[in-house]
């Protein structure tokens, strides 16, 4: 372990490291974010590509990855990751950033760059940075010498934010629209300016410069979703994006629809709840709502022995929403007709919910809610399950009535398990259309966002072109 100070380098013997950004959390600090340029031999980014941050947090190598954040007793922790032996020849360098959101650096106590080895966890080097009025700031850089790897500390601040950093570096932030934000690009604001998108300038002259590979536009902030916290409304942003991108794959751009949710909370759910999954799960959801629903909410249901509508998903409730009503179900051992202790009034009691899979009762609460309250939209159903279905018949039954009605059911399992009817039913026979989806995962948490709503969103369009030709729409 070394502790260097500005300007000292030292050389990188790891194949793998992780770079670590930390500082301690406190009232009026700042928030921050670490990205990455990988440059060539010429000092510049290629293109777009070559900028790995929370908006696009993986290079198309694999050897560039930002990790994301993690609190613990007071610090913050941001990680990028790098995988030396996946780095493409013209990689030379990897200068490691960070932008300051809220405040400058100076704002930020206990400010410190840690140089870690990806496979024994050990610390290489340590680096304490001092700052001012700086928006933007170098740590340090991963370069190559003599075809070794070596690490810098550099401590190197720009007043002058992300575009000053970038300029130097072969990328160029087109202010025509708005004033250079102080975080990377593709954020969006309270005010709702989308962030300017960025391209790549010419590395010099007479060189020509590579083709810019622009990042999707920001989508306009969905009602409410300025009252999130940074972090969650920085994913929100990023999987917005991600859903767009898939629904435009499918030929569904500006396609609109009711999303409803229902979460299986039967007992073998337990550790899938305790694991924080199904709280995950909800948050990525948000993101297909905000994207698709036609009023930027969700319907919401969770069932086990019986079904439970739960109070309607706001997006700018996302975190309390997810604190109150992503609970397991809960046996009642003496039948007491009681409301349990302790709940808030738009909580469910989960001991009327029970333990038992029983899917056939809430897929027909739904289509009973959906035929009570008709709307113009279709319908899009998200049915989160770990399985253990033994009820085909009924469920078979169900879902071969809703064929006439505007709903798609888009089923998810979630582990190894028997899922009976649901993994079956895209083969069974005597239906006018298609109109159940279904595919599983061993763990959903490990699958990326944008394999996930790929596999989500890949058979509704396909439903929906069906569905009208055959007048149900």
Same mark, same amino acid.
Request: with cysteine; net charge negative.
């Given at each position: 372990?070394?502790?260097?100070?500005?300007?000292?380098?030292?050389?990188v013997?790891?194949?793998?490291?992780?770079?670590?950004?930390t500082?301690?959390?406190?009232?009026?600090?700042?928030?921050?974010?670490?990205?990455?340029l990988?440059?060539?031999a010429?000092?510049?980014?290629?293109?777009?590509a070559?900028f790995?941050?929370?908006?696009?947090?993986h290079?198309?190598?694999?050897?560039v990855?930002?990790?994301?954040?993690?609190?613990?007793?007071g610090?913050?922790?941001?990680?990028?990751?790098?995988e030396?032996?996946?780095?493409?020849?013209?990689?030379?360098?990897i200068?490691l950033?960070?932008?300051?959101?809220?405040?400058?650096?100076?704002?930020v106590?206990?400010?410190?760059?840690?140089?870690?080895?990806?496979?024994s966890?050990?610390?290489?080097?340590?680096?304490?940075?001092?700052?001012g009025?700086?928006?933007?700031?170098?740590g340090?850089?991963?370069?190559?010498?003599?075809?070794?790897?070596?690490?810098r500390?550099?401590?190197?601040?720009y007043?002058?934010?992300?575009?000053?950093?970038?300029t130097?570096?072969?990328?160029?932030?087109?202010?025509?629209?708005?004033a250079?934000?102080t975080?990377?690009?593709?954020?969006?604001?309270?005010?709702a300016?989308?962030?300017?998108?960025?391209?790549?300038?010419?590395?010099a002259?007479?060189?020509?410069p590579a083709?810019?590979?622009?990042?999707?536009?920001?989508?306009?902030?969905?009602?409410?979703?300025e009252?999130?916290?940074?972090?969650?409304r920085k994913?929100?942003?990023?999987?917005?994006?991600?859903?767009a991108?898939?629904?435009s794959k499918h030929?569904?751009?500006?396609?609109?629809?009711?999303v409803?949710?229902?979460?299986?909370?039967?007992?073998s759910?337990?550790?899938l709840?305790?694991?924080?999954?199904?709280?995950?799960?909800?948050?990525?959801?948000?993101?297909?709502?905000?994207q698709?629903?036609?009023?930027?909410?969700m319907?919401?249901?969770?069932?086990?022995?019986?079904?439970?509508?739960?109070? /309607?998903?706001? &997006?700018? *409730?996302? $975190?309390? #929403? %997810?604190?109150?009503?992503?609970?397991? !179900?809960?046996?009642?051992l003496?039948?007491?007709?009681?409301?349990?202790?302790?709940?808030?009034?738009?909580?469910?009691?989960?001991?009327?919910?029970?333990i038992?899979?029983?899917?056939?009762k809430?897929?027909?609460?739904?289509?009973?809610?959906?035929?009570?309250?008709?709307?113009?939209?279709?319908?899009?159903?998200?049915?989160?399950?770990?399985?253990?279905?033994?009820?085909?018949a009924?469920?078979?039954?169900e879902?071969?009535e809703?064929?006439?009605?505007?709903?798609?059911?888009?089923?998810?399992?979630?582990?190894?398990?028997?899922?009976?009817v649901?993994?079956?039913?895209?083969?069974?026979?005597?239906?006018?259309?298609?109109?159940?989806?279904?595919f599983?995962?061993?763990?959903?948490?490990?699958?990326p966002?944008?394999?996930l709503? /790929?596999?989500? &969103?890949? *058979?509704? $369009?396909? #439903? %929906?072109?069906?569905?009208?030709?055959? !007048?149900i729409?």
């Open positions: 372990m070394t502790a260097l100070s500005k300007g000292a380098n030292l050389p013997d790891a194949t793998a490291v992780r770079v670590e950004l500082w301690s959390d406190g009232p009026g600090t700042p928030d921050v974010d670490a990205s990455a990988l440059l060539t010429a000092g510049r980014v290629r293109d777009d070559d790995i941050f929370y908006n696009q947090p290079h198309a190598s694999k050897a990855s930002h990790l994301g954040k993690q609190q613990r007793a610090t913050t922790t941001d990680t990028v990751a790098v030396f032996g996946a780095l493409e020849p013209a990689i030379e360098k200068v950033c960070a932008s300051a959101d809220g405040g400058t650096f100076g704002q106590p206990g400010l410190t760059m840690r140089l870690v080895d990806e496979r966890g050990a610390e290489i080097a340590h680096f304490v940075m001092e700052a009025t700086e928006t933007a700031f170098i340090g850089e991963l370069y190559l010498r003599q075809g070794k790897w070596k690490f500390a550099v401590g190197q601040g007043a002058s934010g992300l575009a000053g950093l970038a130097d570096f072969g990328i160029t932030v087109d202010e025509e629209e708005t250079v934000p975080t990377p690009p593709a954020v969006s604001t309270p005010s300016v989308p962030a300017p998108p960025m391209t790549t300038a010419p590395a002259p007479p060189a020509a083709a810019p590979v622009a990042l999707p536009a920001s989508p306009n902030l969905t009602k409410g979703e009252r999130l916290p940074v972090d969650m994913r929100l942003d990023l999987r917005k994006q991600q859903v991108v898939s629904l030929g569904a751009t500006g396609i609109t629809a009711r409803i949710l229902v979460l299986d909370a039967s007992g759910m337990s550790f709840y305790s694991r924080g999954v199904v709280a995950d799960v909800v948050e990525r959801m948000a993101a297909v709502a905000a698709l629903d036609d009023d930027g909410e319907q919401a249901w969770t069932f086990a022995s019986n079904p439970a509508r739960l109070p /309607d998903f706001r &997006l700018g *409730e996302l $975190p309390e #929403w %997810t604190r109150l009503h992503v609970r397991c !179900g809960e046996m009642s003496f039948g007491s007709k009681k409301r349990k202790k302790g709940l808030e009034d738009s909580q469910v009691d989960m001991r009327t919910v029970g038992q899979n029983e899917e056939q809430v897929i027909a609460e739904v289509r009973a809610y959906v035929r009570q309250n008709p709307a113009q939209a279709p319908t899009l159903v998200l049915f989160f399950s770990d399985g253990g279905v033994y009820r085909n009924q469920i078979e039954k879902l071969r809703a064929v006439e009605e505007p709903i798609f059911w888009q089923f998810v399992g979630l582990g190894k398990s028997d899922y009976g649901l993994e079956r039913f895209d083969t069974l026979p005597g239906r006018r259309v298609d109109n159940v989806g279904f599983s995962v061993d763990d959903i948490s490990t699958v966002d944008q394999d709503y /790929d596999r989500l &969103l890949s *058979e509704f $369009p396909q #439903w %929906t072109v069906a569905a009208r030709g055959a !007048g729409l």
